[in-house]
């Protein structure tokens, strides 16, 4: 089974609307981390947004916010005020336990359309 | 503090060739992962390394593939005898990993691999 499933492969949002990007997880560990990545066409990694599994509080960063749902098991990221710059891969990831590795979900590509 | 550095950034190869990838963690990292990413395509995890030490090579073909982590240097990504299909951009990333979930890793900028 997928550890991370991220199951848009392409989205489209118009510039300063709000755009959500689906991602679901599977484990049966009590405590993970999931991540949020972002990959312009550049290349690099870039790290947004990260939530722990015993966090209460959805995280915020600046216009990125998680929407955690733990019974449904997603991690959705939310990306307010989209801006062209927004426009890139995102990867969903999870780090479970101590010292394991991290997964990735296949990402999806976000276009902001001015 | 410099961060996760690869290096080269481009490597072109001719098939049955050797390749070799570096990567340096940033400092006070321990644990470095290498991820294997084909155009429009996801990461894919190769191995996770700690000094000295394959902790998970799960994701890495039997053959040809192999990576270390010295005490001293670089973490090295070896490829023996390069194929065509092999091209692809290969990152490294590394985390201090003290056990945390909460600890996230770091990238590298990739080294994109050609075989010619």
């Known amino acids: 089974a997928q550890k991370i499933t991220q199951t848009q492969p392409g989205m489209f949002v118009q510039e300063k609307e709000a755009v959500t990007l689906d991602c679901t997880y599977d484990?049966?560990?009590?405590?993970?981390?999931l991540f949020w990545y972002k990959q312009p066409s550049s290349g690099e990694m870039i790290f947004l947004i990260y939530?722990?599994?015993?966090?209460?509080q959805n995280a915020t960063e600046g216009r990125y916010s998680l929407n955690f749902q733990k019974a449904r098991k997603s991690a959705n990221l939310v990306i307010s005020a989209s801006q062209l710059g927004d426009s890139a891969m995102y990867f969903c990831?999870?780090?479970?336990?101590?010292?394991?590795?991290?997964?990735f979900g296949t990402g999806t590509s976000l276009t902001v359309i001015p | 503090n410099a961060g996760v550095m690869q290096n080269p950034r481009h490597l072109v190869r001719r098939r049955g060739q050797e390749a070799r990838l570096r990567c340096s963690p940033m400092?006070?990292?321990?644990?470095v992962y290498w991820y294997r990413q084909l155009p429009e395509e996801g990461l894919k995890f190769m191995v996770y390394?700690?000094?000295?030490?394959?902790?998970?090579e799960s994701g890495m073909p039997k053959e040809r593939f192999s990576a270390e982590f010295p005490k001293e240097g670089p973490s090295i990504l070896r490829i023996q005898q390069v194929v065509r299909g092999d091209s692809a951009a290969y990152f490294c990333?590394?985390?201090?990993?003290?056990?945390?979930?909460?600890?996230?890793?770091?990238f590298g900028s990739g080294t994109q691999l050609s075989v010619l």
């Open positions: 484990t049966s560990d009590q405590s993970y981390g």
């Open positions: 400092k006070g990292h321990s644990h």
């Open positions: 939530q722990g599994s015993y966090d209460e």
């Open positions: 990333a590394s985390s201090p990993n003290r056990g945390q979930t909460n600890e996230k890793l770091f």
């Open positions: 990831a999870m780090r479970e336990g101590p010292g394991n590795q991290f997964y």
């Open positions: 390394l700690q000094k000295e030490n394959i902790i998970d």
